[in-house]
């Protein structure tokens, strides 16, 4: 294809890069980015008849891989066959979901995994994520993606014609059951119907298919923005048990300067509004001839401290019909309320007045800072919403709500108008337009981020769950003989578990990538060698015998008494059937092995226990055994009692590192002893 004369006669996104210097026939897009999430020098080659393939070099910032939890990034194209036509959306061919044929990354980047949506929608795009366990940035030139460009009117064989790249940063939300409700006193929270009963049981989710609705025992409902009473949630709405990937971020202003940048004047016209994106969205030319560019500001003084930079900065002042059309136009879709509140709390038991960070790492969920808008499960027309993808133009499916009636507001506690408290919210909470600042006026904090249901075929993914099942309960084995300290694991049987992962880290902050925290960068777990443990719990008649082989890349403590929490340290919650709770920390310090109670019963436990912790530098371990007494414990076969696990980390002595709980709701060392509801059961066995 020829150059063009002049960059007046070409598209606004074409004009773009044309004033950074680059010739058409490159065939290049800088993209939107979150991460710093780049997509360059895109690049298109004839391959057969009806295929060409198109050639990229992508890169992200502090992405993730472990087992089941990862990030990726959702890549998408738009070619424009001549200067009279409207950019349309590429579809993507794949003889299969994963890794299919002529999906190529270069030899010495970051190897990746690619995941390609099938269906008959028109359109598509590909998930690129780590090849393999890792975290860092990616990295890698000449990735290879296959086009069917038949199915793009106007363009021939030989596809010499201006292709730009897109990408959105997305976090996989594993299949998996979840709770919806905290047992709190949230506004307008769902629970468990339960007839007559307090209404304070979550409900939990526990498939795909459709959910009955009610006041009635074991239906879904709600205090408030209720489903339908005697009705059901249908099945077809993306109730959160199937895996899907979500937005990491909000759209972004560099998302959103691209996405006006692809559309004709007066498709863009609907979609920017002057006096409000145009604050943050820098308009110039003239009509028919305008472009688009973020400024980078931040939207706020809640923002200022982000570490955000440039197209980064969250876009405000987006309607929901505004984010809607930009997640049509990228193949994606909106997320709903029972997503929103997966993608907060995973598997995990519900806590009232819940908030922070997503189980999975979805960015800024549930933090306070925005609003987000997800489809109502307590609107009729939110309920009509079947998950369709969007096909690569502006144009909403049929089943996606119009506007903003059919959703709910979620998350924000800050800048509401008659509420303040996140006790009125948390993951929990919900709201309606009535209650809220109206959407994209007075407000600019009002996210939007989309979803994407993840494609089946994806063998490489396995369902996300709780260790330990609600209310399920575990028989402690009887060991074969009297248990000795300084013999783990030998005659300790088998391990209760194995916490070696996101799922077992907390606070959930630590768990992938480093993030500003309370306005300070926090530095990640960083692997199995950072921190990882196998855990004991077991029985030889005469005591209850807890440890711990811990892999450690360093073993720190300095304290002593109470203070053995501020360092590497095994700590034991025990909650009796006589409902005394004991809370125990066990530890090797400078001064030796030191064993602490801070709560409990007397202190008989303490004249009587025998523990030890050995410290392997050449191996990098450390060993925990606790002989706690069964008569001190009040501790009988048949006996139902709770147990909980922390190995907390500590490098040094700046706080807390992290922790690996075999159950959420463990606080370390002095205080109150966390929440005992989450204790997993035990049962003596004979």
């Known amino acids: 294809m020829d150059e063009p004369s002049s960059a007046g006669q ?47 070099d992508v890169s992200w910032e502090n992405s993730w891989r472990h087992g089941s939890f990862h990030d990726a990034a959702w890549v998408f194209f738009k070619v424009q066959p001549d200067k009279a036509s409207e950019w349309q959306p590429v579809r993507l061919v794949a003889d299969k979901v994963l890794n299919p044929a002529g999906y190529e990354h270069g030899k010495d980047g970051t190897p990746l995994e690619f995941v390609v949506p099938g269906g008959d929608d028109g359109f598509n795009g590909v998930f690129i994520r780590r090849g393999m366990a890792g975290k860092g940035p990616v990295a890698n030139a000449k990735v290879t993606v296959v086009w069917n460009f038949t199915a793009s009117k ?7 014609v201006p292709i730009l790249g897109f990408g959105i940063e997305m976090v996989y939300v594993a299949e998996g059951a979840f709770h ?15 007839g007559d009963a307090p209404a304070a049981s979550p409900y939990r989710v526990t498939g795909i298919g459709a959910i009955p609705t009610g006041s009635q025992q074991g239906k879904l409902w709600a205090t408030g923005i209720t489903p339908e009473d005697g009705g059901e949630i249908p099945a077809s709405f993306p109730n959160g048990y199937g895996a899907f990937y979500c937005m990491k971020h909000f759209i972004t ?14 498709e863009a016209g609907k979609r920017f509004y002057p006096d409000g994106q145009g604050r943050w969205i820098n308009r110039s030319g003239e009509p028919s001839h305008f472009t688009y560019a973020a400024s980078g500001r931040p939207p706020s003084q809640w923002y200022g401290g982000s570490l955000a930079s440039g197209r980064d900065q969250p876009c405000p002042w987006l309607s929901w019909a505004d984010g809607a059309a930009l997640a049509a136009w990228a193949g994606l879709r909106p997320m709903t309320e029972f997503e929103y509140e997966k993608a907060c709390r995973g598997p995990l038991m519900p806590v009232p007045k819940e908030r922070g960070l997503s189980y999975f790492g979805v960015g800024d969920l549930n933090r306070g800072l925005a609003y987000e808008r997800p489809v109502s499960a307590g609107s009729a027309l939110g309920r009509r919403f079947a998950g369709t993808h969007g096909r690569g133009t502006t144009a909403l499916p049929a089943d996606w709500p119009v506007d903003v009636n059919a959703a709910v507001f979620r998350g924000d506690y800050l800048h509401l108008r008659r509420y ?9 909470g919900r709201l309606n337009m009535l209650e809220v600042h109206a959407d994209r006026k007075a407000h600019p904090l009002g996210g939007w981020r989309g979803a994407r249901t993840a494609p089946a075929g994806d063998t490489a993914m396995t369902p996300v769950v709780a260790r330990f099942e609600p209310n399920a309960v575990r028989t402690v084995s009887r060991m074969g003989g009297p248990i000795r300290t300084n013999t783990i694991p030998r005659g300790w049987g088998e391990p209760l578990a194995n916490l070696s992962g996101p799922a077992d880290l907390f606070p959930l902050h630590v768990r992938f990538t480093p993030v500003e925290y309370r306005r300070t960068l926090q530095k990640p777990w960083q692997g199995r060698e950072d921190l990882d443990a196998q855990v004991y719990l077991g029985s030889d008649g005469e005591f209850l015998c807890v440890g711990a082989v811990v892999t450690d890349d360093r073993h720190f403590n300095t304290k002593s008494a109470d203070g053995i929490s501020n360092g590497d340290a095994l700590q034991i919650g025990l909650l009796g059937g006589d409902g005394v709770h004991w809370k125990l920390g066990l530890a090797l310090t400078d001064t030796g092995v030191a064993f602490h109670q801070w709560e409990g019963k007397g202190n008989a436990l303490l004249k009587s226990v025998n523990c030890t912790v050995i410290r392997d530098e050449a191996g990098r371990t450390t060993r925990y055994e606790a002989l706690l007494p069964l008569a001190v414990l009040g501790l009988k076969p048949g006996v139902e009692f709770g147990c909980n696990l922390m190995v907390i980390d500590h490098d040094d002595d700046d706080g807390q590192l992290h922790t690996l ?6 606080t370390p060392g002095p205080g109150p002893g966390g929440d005992k509801s989450r204790y997993p059961r035990f049962v003596l066995g004979p």
């Open 661 to 666: 709980q075999l159950a959420g709701g463990m």
């Open 180 to 194: 919806l409700g905290s047992g709190g006193t949230e506004l307008n929270r769902f629970h468990a119907g339960s």
């Open 10 to 56: 070409l598209s606004p996104a074409i004009r773009l890069a044309a004033r950074a210097g680059f010739v058409a026939l490159l065939l290049w897009a800088d993209v939107a980015r979150s991460d710093n999430l780049k997509i360059q020098n895109v690049s298109a080659a004839p391959r057969d008849a009806g295929t060409a393939t198109v050639t990229f």
């Open 253 to 266: 202003q560099g998302q959103y300067a691209d996405f006006l940048n692809t559309l004709t004047d007066a």
């Open 154 to 160: 106007g363009v021939t064989r030989d596809v010499k």
């Open 420 to 428: 303040s408290s996140v006790g009125h919210l948390g993951v929990a």
